[in-house]
């Protein structure tokens, strides 16, 4: 069936067209989690505006991948097979997005901790585990160009470890507020940022999962595995 | 031609299907959500258990809106406009599933809260919160199955409200913790709750956003009001 064979490399050449958009939101996305935690790191005011007005760019490419997701799907009628990866894609260009939208509200978040007396360790250890994250995103991204499951197995585990250094921060902040209520106000927001780049990860997660999905047909059972595991938290002895 | 309008009533038939399952979604959604702000306020744990195992049901139905949304577009070949109407519903059904984890989330931290100082009417503020956002979400739903464009304005209005009510506490909670070191880690889960709280009504906002795009073809310019100010907060002096 020559005919089929055509409008099957047909279908195949738009989707590395919607790929190409994929991978190039992943890119933005990157570097803007990597930003983000340097101009916390080093009180950058203005590497964190950058950050923020590029934010508008990854939105519009999740919102081209839509439309070009939606298009593919009306003018290919494709099989099941396909049709699974046109819908994968539309989760990750939403997990990006939300990513991106997290690294925006970290920078936002820079304007007022450079008026604050720094919480020492604090912003480099916010860093790390950024940097973990965006580790982790390259590697999901490599994962379902690839269809590698091995990769994406290895992304949900790595997401445990950036729970960990997020649970360890949690505990620390109550330390240092307890000490001193002068650090109440910086310690809050820093909570805030680094609950955040955890949720970043939680996010790369969702993406490894839907590769795996789209390789196997299955979900992970275990969802999204949960390591935050402050909800259970008493905090250290009060004063 | 007869065979056209017969594709196309098996194609509302399939898609009322769906949606019946967007709405049975919805309301196991709206009542974790009341549940968990009930727990809290009671301090009633055995509430914040079943809150959590009934996310279950959640997380089941959102497959089976995917699987039965993915097998829509493969048989019946939707055209551009129902296409839209199908991609909507899965974004609806993910924005659900985000609520349902907040909610379960927050009867989470229901078994900490409880071995601490109560922290006056913070658990009463956050219910009133957690109410507005469930009749922002009754709305949505209400304005998605009506294509009902004025409600769905009218919701995501009612979400600088809820931001208002977050940017509140979030002050209030500094001056506890500032007042007392005693209150430092019950405000920290508080603030994690009211901030969840906050985010599950930034979802119900972008499933009135999807209503209006289903409706007029375009997504709201201001694609999410956002009213979380707190990033621009030093808090009040510091001691």
Known sequence: MPNDKHIASVFDRDLEAVQA??????????????DAARSLEQRDEELATTVRNRDLAVDELELLINEEAAKLIALRSPAAGDLRTVLTVLKIS?????????????????SVLVQMNPIEGAPSDIRRMAQAVELMLKDALDAYIKRDVDLAQDVRVRDGDVD????AMFRQFL??????????????????????????????????????????GEIPTDARPKHDRTSLMAGPKEA
Do not use: W
């Open 175 to 216: 330390t240092y507020m307890m000490e001193d209520p002068r650090n109440i106000t910086g310690c809050m927001h820093l909570h805030f940022i680094a609950k955040n780049v955890e949720r970043m990860g939680d996010h790369v997660t969702s993406i490894a999962d839907q590769v795996i999905y789209l390789v196997t």
């Open 94 to 110: 939403g997990n990006l997005e939300r990513i991106g939208d997290y690294a925006k509200n970290m920078a936002k978040r820079n």
């Open 21 to 34: 958009h994929i991978m190039k939101m992943g890119g933005l996305v990157e570097s803007a989690i990597l």
């Open 164 to 167: 960990q250094m997020y649970n």
